[in-house]
């Protein structure tokens, strides 16, 4: 419990740093700023729960809250030197996909859903932040254009219930999936590996 | 209820297939493609089942969801000569709406609203796929700008209020509703027809 | 509780001709223009209300919908003479976002939630139909760009609480508020305040 607390934390800082960066490239004023950190943060956690009709974590958890102001706060005014932290902060995300994208399969599992909509539940708590931090940006949302990002997601998800199947214990399954987005996404980027362009294979 | 679920499952094809011919002019990835395939299908219904508290249907219904891949799948793959279903699909698309209308007005007089109300939720059921879709795409939702889309899903709300009001069976309403907007839309398209504009009424 | 009403209406009428104005500068037909309206107007409250889990108001109160309707027909016919109106519109829409304000913060404390949340969703009831009227007209929010608007929504929530803190009636508490919003915001306008510029700040 502990760890999966850290590694939330990890994960909102990582994405509200990221709002804010690109706010900024919009040249937002702060109240703008705080409200991409914010839904660039529990973007999709919130879809998430309002699709499942549970109730929404951080109506409730003030740690998201504050965590999200510290974290804004920070990179506003460290912006010029957050290229030293730029590798802390793509491994922050990378832990926070990961574990949103098991988060949000468990909630789908709760619910007794289908394992597909599980797997699209968990991709859609780590991706779509994002989606809507491009949307208030005004830009077409990244993931859907490059990267190697909702593709680990999906993969951990499938990962998940392919490791349940054999009745290990759920730290187990938590982990095996939890290593799998985080594996496919690391070798993505150090590799500058992308999804196929099918532009290009059926031109 | 055989041919509505007929219906309602060429709906989601036209849609879906929208979907994916928006999504590729814009050059997404595959995963982009499937994204906005499946809010273009399912979309304007899940708002209008979120609004009124009651369960998304197509978190336990998986018919939709395999439906979507499939058509999504077969319109990446022959895009180059969908132009030969054109017809088809402009045909699947304005069956859908019609269906998608007659089924949002029910859910809304199922939830005891009141009929404009009503009508407003089988006009966001049949319409509201396509405008998220555009905002993800990044551009302004063409059914906010032309043709006679939207105005054919009123004016079915309000057929189906207008027939009911003589007690006639639930079918027959049901038929009359649908027949409108199918009607609408065919005679708007083929004769090329849009709403007047008032920008030239009033200049 | 008629005056609430009253502001309540007010608000829903600037708020609508304001969706009128920023859709027809787009160009849109006479449907999505009604439509922008309407998000303008009721977007924020509906989201609030989303999010927390209780009916939301327009679709049971038709004196919404009979407003929008009536306000928009208004500012299209007489769209070259709103001119005129420009000041009344302006403070029409102050009241507004000082009303939704409070209102929104008072919905909160009924759900019982930490007082910062509370602020969030008075800020969000006021100022997010005008962010999704934006993101509909495919431009980036202007509350994200300029001008004192959310943090007058801000400071009115953290008045409520200082003021609710000494135990003072909860119409004082609510007029206090309110007028905190109002004032902050005419001063801004007239006195052309806005935030002070991060950007300026840092570099």
């Given at each position: ?55 929404v974590a951080w109506l ?144």
């Amino acid at each position: 419990m502990d760890v999966i607390l850290i590694l939330d934390i990890l994960g909102v800082i990582a994405f509200s740093i990221s709002g804010v960066l690109t706010s900024m490239r919009k040249h937002m004023d702060a109240f703008g700023i705080l409200i991409i950190a914010f839904v660039t943060s529990v973007g999709g956690g919130t879809l998430r729960d309002v699709l499942l009709d549970v109730p929404v974590a951080w109506l409730t958890n003030m740690t998201y809250v504050y965590t999200i102001i510290a974290a804004s706060l920070f990179a506003v005014v460290f912006r010029k030197r957050l290229t030293y932290f730029r590798k802390s902060l793509f491994l922050f995300d990378t832990l926070g996909i990961g574990l949103y994208t098991v988060v949000g399969v468990e909630k789908g599992i709760n619910a007794e859903l289908n394992p597909i909509i599980c797997i699209a539940f968990g991709t859609m708590s780590a991706c779509f932040g994002g989606v809507i931090r491009d949307i208030l940006c005004n830009e077409i949302p990244v993931i859907f254009r490059k990267e190697i990002y909702a593709t680990a997601c999906i993969l951990g998800g499938f990962t998940y219930f392919a490791i349940a199947h054999f009745n290990l214990p759920s730290s187990i399954v938590f982990i095996g999936a939890f290593s799998v987005v985080v594996s496919i996404r690391l070798v993505a980027v150090i590799f500058k590996i992308s999804l196929p362009n099918i532009y290009k294979l059926y031109d």
